[in-house]
């Protein structure tokens, strides 16, 4: 069974940094593809960054040039690097995975097999 396990989330002021980390168990990374959502009171999850089965990793509009999505696979883990962070940023965050044989769209949360716990990302104005 995999299990991703989140860290990295808090407190900062606009402007400042974060890097989410997502440490997957019970499968090698190398088999995942790992996918990032968040979900702020009041709204629907939606997509954040997530890697296409030909390479290419996407990126929403509202994060795009400020977030960056990688992965270590000898530690089995993805991270997000968010900078130059905003107020709007402010969300629970999620990593999610699923086979990377999939082709199924990689901006569906309904897409992906397994989630981690999520991790309280809070940016001050």
């Known amino acids: 069974q995999v299990q991703l396990v989140e860290s990295g989330g808090g407190l900062v002021q606009a402007g400042g940094s974060l890097r989410l980390s997502c440490a997957a168990s019970g499968r090698s990374l190398k088999t995942l593809r790992v996918g990032w959502f968040r979900q702020a009171p009041g709204k629907e999850r939606e997509f954040v960054a997530g890697t296409a089965p030909g390479g290419t990793t996407f990126y929403a509009d509202s994060v795009k040039g400020r977030f960056t999505d990688s992965r270590d696979n000898a530690k089995n883990t993805g991270y997000l690097q968010m900078n130059s962070l905003k107020p709007e940023d402010t969300a629970v965050y999620y990593c999610?995975?699923?086979?990377?044989?999939?082709?199924?769209?990689?901006?569906?949360?309904?897409?992906?097999?397994?989630w981690g716990q999520g991790t309280q990302v809070t940016v001050s104005s």
């Open positions: 999610a995975a699923r086979p990377s044989s999939s082709t199924a769209q990689i901006m569906a949360a309904g897409t992906y097999d397994y």
